[in-house]
């Protein structure tokens, strides 16, 4: 009963104070002046009656009470005439309202530059720094990257700008990024399409500028009004390299003609589909492509010719011990990967190579490591048909079946399973497109249903690509194209599909005893740690690889041509070949002999892969760009790495 008694009257009290603050400013400072009174009344009373000192009278004890009330209420408290004090206590009181308007002036004004501030309004007066305009999940490692980069730079900055709270970003970014180092994240909150915003970002003194695609089905639209939001805020041709990305490849042409010629447009679709088709005839490539685009490992620079003027490539590519040299960046801002040996330097040339760092490409002759008794001649290969195994469809699909047909041998077959009728899969735009080298046969089934995977015989086929598709109804209910990446939990949803369908064919792989040469599609790195696949293998996660892409191009704008031919089926490309067409295995040799054997053939050796060390991370027995004068001893079964024709 007391806990009740108490608890009911803490509420009438707490009801009360609500109605009395409730009643206004004019009532709530009476009641206030009322309870100071009520308090400081009677205190004073009892300091002027307990002091010895206090004057013997009634009249003079209350004058002193009068006096200790006003120095307290600061209102004076002086003594005299009544007319003397009213006005006494009429300029105290004006003086006290002056200084409280005064003080809660300052106090808002303070107030109001500390929310503008936390608001993100502010301009960034910066220069040589990088912005990033727009928010998704690729802000994180599109950072991390741009921290890792600037590692070796005493000062660098990085400013963000996005239609979100700018403390939340702020709160986001040091939660999901592993410390910034030297690198300062500044973070503005406001429309990137509006130019009047933009400007707030200093884009006309930045060194790069990205353009990130927001989630949802109007992602690309947005890009492409971003990108005519900053060439209306920065008019005529800037120094700052424009870096943006579209998903779907109908408006590729869109965003670049929106881009400008001095700006970079990457569809992902497109260099997805490409990086499918690739790892899935090269496997271990994707970890190939994994180290090259990031910038805790070796990556591509450019370096001066620095003496090799009047020299010829093949010379240059043993001129470097610690770099792997792939090409030439020509004097007109061409470049050209994996020229003939023969091709003469001239002085306005630079040399692209992979290096670990920038200032890591220094010349030093390696020829003089070249055994030239292990070099072998390499055995004729002739190309085989093969039996391929695409699981799932979505948008990137028909990209990746045009891709497969520039690049396989002919008589290829190419086995589809997918959700949807079978008739509909038939007579798709897709499935009627005429294909020179791939047959294609169509198969409705349920990847994530183990009675369907078991009828495929997965096992019997060369390969097995594994793309996202959404479940049936999934995309009706949430209005997401199955593959694309957009809305809110189109990842999720596509990669949980994904992931069953691995595991089954982990199950299917264990019982056959043999292990499956699997591609595998995702588009959020963190299901990729989920997925139930042996160490090591391969995994094409959209969403990092284009963040990985994007924050290269943007530190080096040539390197947007060295990988647009790196993707392509025309062109040279990243191989893994059997390092026993290249040296005599079982002994040890300097990797400049590898380096020799491949330019005799016309290829340029960055790199190999052990297969002692394909499962054993974090590098899963990949290599790039060893010393010259480091010594391996390859197996029969070992990969070399190289840049070749295709």
């Given at each position: 009963?007391?806990?009740?008694?108490?608890?009911?009257?803490?509420?009438?009290?707490?009801?009360?104070?609500?109605?009395?603050?409730?009643?206004?400013?004019?009532?709530?400072?009476?009641?206030?002046?009322?309870?100071?009174?009520?308090?400081?009344?009677?205190?004073?009373?009892?300091?002027?009656?307990?002091?010895?000192?206090?004057?013997?009278?009634?009249?003079?004890?209350?004058?002193?009470?009068?006096?200790?009330?006003?120095?307290?209420?600061?209102?004076?408290?002086?003594?005299?005439?009544?007319?003397?004090?009213?006005?006494?206590?009429?300029?105290?009181?004006?003086?006290?309202?002056?200084?409280?308007?005064?003080?809660?002036?300052?106090?808002?004004?303070?107030?109001?530059?500390?929310?503008?501030?936390?608001?993100?309004?502010?301009?960034?007066?910066?220069?040589?720094?990088?912005?990033?305009?727009?928010?998704?999940?690729?802000?994180?490692?599109?950072?991390?990257?741009?921290?890792?980069?600037?590692?070796?730079?005493?000062?660098?900055?990085?400013?963000?700008?996005?239609?979100?709270?700018?403390?939340?970003?702020?709160?986001?970014?040091?939660?999901?990024?592993?410390?910034?180092?030297?690198?300062?994240?500044?973070?503005?909150?406001?429309?990137?399409?509006?130019?009047?915003?933009?400007?707030?970002?200093?884009?006309?003194?930045?060194?790069?500028?990205?353009?990130?695609?927001?989630?949802?089905?109007?992602?690309?639209?947005?890009?492409?009004?971003?990108?005519?939001?900053?060439?209306?805020?920065?008019?005529?041709?800037?120094?700052?390299?424009?870096?943006?990305?579209?998903?779907?490849?109908?408006?590729?042409?869109?965003?670049?003609?929106?881009?400008?010629?001095?700006?970079?447009?990457?569809?992902v679709d497109d260099i997805i589909a490409r990086l499918l088709v690739q790892t899935a005839r090269?496997?271990?490539?994707?970890?190939?492509?994994?180290?090259?685009?990031?910038?805790?490992?070796?990556?591509?620079?450019?370096?001066?010719?620095?003496?090799?003027?009047?020299?010829?490539?093949?010379?240059?590519?043993?001129?470097?011990?610690?770099?792997?040299?792939?090409?030439?960046?020509?004097?007109?801002?061409?470049?050209?990967?994996?020229?003939?040996?023969?091709?003469?330097?001239?002085?306005?040339?630079?040399?692209?190579?992979?290096?670990?760092?920038?200032?890591?490409?220094?010349?030093?002759?390696?020829?003089?490591?070249?055994?030239?008794?292990?070099?072998?001649?390499?055995?004729?290969?002739?190309?085989?048909?093969?039996?391929?195994?695409?699981?799932?469809?979505?948008?990137?699909?028909?990209?990746?079946?045009?891709?497969?047909?520039?690049?396989?041998?002919?008589?290829?077959?190419?086995?589809?399973?997918?959700?949807?009728?079978?008739?509909?899969?038939?007579?798709?735009?897709?499935?009627?497109?005429?294909?020179?080298?791939?047959?294609?046969?169509?198969?409705?089934?349920?990847?994530?249903?183990?009675?369907?995977?078991?009828?495929?015989?997965?096992?019997?086929?060369?390969?097995?690509?594994?793309?996202?598709?959404?479940?049936?109804?999934?995309?009706?209910?949430?209005?997401?194209?199955?593959?694309?990446?957009?809305?809110?939990?189109?990842?999720?949803?596509?990669?949980?599909?994904?992931?069953?369908?691995?595991?089954?064919?982990?199950?299917?792989?264990?019982?056959?005893?043999?292990?499956?040469?699997?591609?595998?599609?995702?588009?959020?790195?963190?299901?990729?740690?989920?997925?139930?696949?042996?160490?090591?293998?391969?995994?094409?996660?959209?969403?990092?690889?284009?963040?990985?892409?994007?924050?290269?191009?943007?530190?080096?704008?040539?390197?947007?041509?060295?990988?647009?031919?790196?993707?392509?089926?025309?062109?040279?490309?990243?191989?893994?070949?059997?390092?026993?067409?290249?040296?005599?295995?079982?002994?040890?040799?300097?990797?400049?002999?590898?380096?020799?054997?491949?330019?005799?053939?016309?290829?340029?050796?960055?790199?190999?892969?052990?297969?002692?060390?394909?499962?054993?991370?974090?590098?899963?027995?990949?290599?790039?760009?060893?010393?010259?004068?480091?010594?391996?001893?390859?197996?029969?079964?070992?990969?070399?790495?190289?840049?070749?024709?295709?």
């Amino acid at each position: 009963m007391a806990q009740q008694h108490t608890k009911s009257l803490r509420l009438r009290l707490r009801y009360r104070f609500d109605h009395l603050v409730a009643g206004g400013t004019a009532a709530l400072i009476g009641w206030l002046a009322l309870a100071c009174l009520a308090v400081v009344i009677p205190a004073s009373t009892v300091l002027v009656w307990a002091d010895r000192g206090a004057p013997a009278t009634l009249s003079g004890r209350l004058t002193a009470v009068w006096v200790s009330v006003g120095q307290t209420l600061k209102i004076g408290g002086a003594v005299g005439s009544p007319v003397y004090v009213l006005a006494s206590v009429t300029l105290a009181l004006v003086a006290l309202l002056f200084v409280s308007t005064l003080v809660s002036l300052i106090t808002t004004g303070i107030n109001e530059r500390i929310m503008a501030l936390r608001r993100g309004h502010s301009t960034v007066l910066e220069s040589g720094h990088t912005v990033v305009l727009g928010w998704s999940d690729q802000i994180f490692p599109v950072i991390g990257e741009l921290v890792a980069a600037n590692a070796n730079q005493r000062r660098s900055v990085v400013a963000v700008l996005a239609p979100r709270d700018k403390v939340e970003m702020e709160d986001e970014i040091s939660t999901s990024v592993a410390g910034t180092a030297t690198t300062r994240i500044i973070c503005r909150s406001g429309r990137t399409t509006d130019p009047t915003v933009l400007a707030r970002m200093s884009p006309q003194t930045a060194k790069a500028v990205l353009v990130l695609p927001p989630a949802g089905e109007t992602g690309d639209a947005h890009v492409v009004k971003t990108l005519l939001a900053l060439d209306a805020a920065v008019p005529g041709p800037g120094d700052a390299v424009v870096v943006a990305a579209v998903r779907d490849t109908r408006n590729h042409l869109t965003a670049r003609l929106a881009a400008g010629p001095g700006g970079h447009v990457l569809c992902v679709d497109d260099i997805i589909a490409r990086l499918l088709v690739q790892t899935a005839r090269q496997p271990g490539l994707s970890l190939v492509y994994q180290e090259l685009l990031d910038f805790a490992g070796d990556e591509f620079y450019t370096a001066a010719a620095r003496g090799l003027a009047g020299r010829t490539f093949g010379e240059a590519l043993l001129a470097f011990t610690t770099s792997s040299v792939v090409g030439l960046l020509r004097g007109d801002g061409s470049v050209v990967l994996n020229p003939d040996p023969g091709t003469a330097i001239t002085a306005g040339d630079r040399i692209v190579l992979i290096s670990e760092d920038d200032d890591t490409a220094v010349p030093l002759d390696a020829a003089v490591w070249v055994e030239e008794d292990a070099i072998v001649t390499a055995r004729p290969r002739t190309p085989l048909p093969e039996r391929l195994l695409l699981l799932g469809w979505n948008r990137r699909a028909p990209l990746v079946l045009e891709q497969l047909d520039q690049f396989v041998s002919p008589g290829t077959t190419l086995d589809v399973v997918a959700l949807g009728g079978e008739t509909t899969l038939h007579t798709s735009p897709e499935a009627a497109a005429v294909r020179s080298r791939l047959e294609v046969s169509f198969h409705s089934g349920d990847i994530t249903d183990p009675l369907v995977l078991a009828k495929l015989d997965v096992p019997s086929y060369d390969s097995v690509i594994v793309i996202g598709e959404a479940a049936t109804g999934t995309e009706a209910a949430t209005g997401i194209d199955a593959g694309t990446g957009t809305g809110t939990d189109a990842g999720t949803g596509t990669d949980d599909r994904t992931l069953v369908t691995l595991l089954h064919l982990r199950a299917i792989g264990e019982a056959a005893q043999r292990e499956l040469s699997l591609t595998t599609e995702m588009s959020d790195d963190g299901n990729r740690l989920l997925a139930p696949a042996r160490e090591g293998a391969d995994f094409i996660v959209s969403g990092r690889l284009i963040s990985l892409l994007m924050t290269q191009i943007s530190e080096s704008r040539h390197l947007a041509d060295v990988f647009e031919e790196l993707f392509r089926a025309e062109g040279n490309e990243l191989y893994l070949k059997p390092v026993s067409d290249y040296v005599r295995t079982g002994r040890e040799v300097a990797f400049a002999t590898l380096v020799e054997s491949a330019r005799r053939r016309g290829e340029c050796a960055v790199g190999y892969r052990l297969r002692a060390r394909a499962a054993t991370g974090p590098d899963f027995g990949v290599r790039l760009n060893p010393d010259k004068r480091e010594r391996i001893r390859f197996g029969e079964h070992d990969w070399l790495i190289v840049l070749a024709e295709s």
